[in-house]
C-alpha cells in the first residue's frame, strides 16, 4: 500500500522556520520525483519545490526546481536511505500559509505505467 505522510507543520511567526518531512512507503522511492506543494485556502494547489530521482540512464544526478515564490527561502532535500523528503522552510511569510502536500511521481521499472502519489497533506500557518 502506497503511503506518502507528511509531518511537521504548525504555527509559526513571520520569519520563523519549519521543516517538513515526507515519509513514503510501498513504492520504490529512489525512482520517483519528488515534490512539495501548497494549497492557501480559497486558491488553487500551486508548485513549491521538487526534486528528480537519482540513477537514471538518461541523467546524471538530480534537478531541483523551486518556485520563485520560495527561492531563496526553501530548500528541498531527499534521502533514499530513509525514504524521506524534507522542505526546511525559512525566513517564513505569511503568505506561505497553506496546506503542505507531498507528491511523488514515477515508474517502477522501464516503460512501466507512471504513478502519480499524494500526501494527505500538514498545516503550514504563519501569523503573528
Known amino acids: 500500500q502506497v503511503q506518502l505522510v507528511e509531518s511537521g507543520g504548525g504555527l509559526v511567526q513571520p520569519g520563523g522556520s519549519l521543516r517538513l518531512s515526507c515519509a513514503a512507503s510501498?513504492?520504490?522511492?529512489?525512482?520517483?520525483?519528488m515534490s512539495w506543494y501548497r494549497q492557501a485556502p480559497g486558491k488553487e494547489r500551486e508548485f513549491a519545490a521538487s526534486?528528480?530521482?537519482?540513477?537514471?540512464?538518461?541523467?546524471?544526478?538530480?534537478?531541483?526546481k523551486y518556485a520563485d515564490t520560495v527561492k531563496g527561502r526553501f530548500t528541498i532535500s531527499r534521502d533514499n536511505a530513509k525514504n524521506t523528503v524534507y522542505l526546511q522552510m525559512n525566513s517564513l511569510k505569511p503568505e506561505d500559509t497553506a496546506v503542505y502536500y507531498c507528491?511523488?511521481?514515477?515508474?517502477?521499472?522501464?516503460?512501466?505505467?507512471?504513478?502519480?502519489?499524494w500526501g494527505q497533506g500538514t498545516q503550514v500557518t504563519v501569523s503573528s
Open positions: 526534486i528528480t530521482s537519482t540513477g537514471s540512464m538518461a541523467s546524471t544526478g538530480s534537478t531541483i
Open positions: 510501498g513504492f520504490t522511492f529512489s525512482r520517483y520525483d
Open positions: 507528491n511523488a511521481i514515477g515508474r517502477e521499472y522501464g516503460f512501466g505505467p507512471i504513478y502519480d502519489h
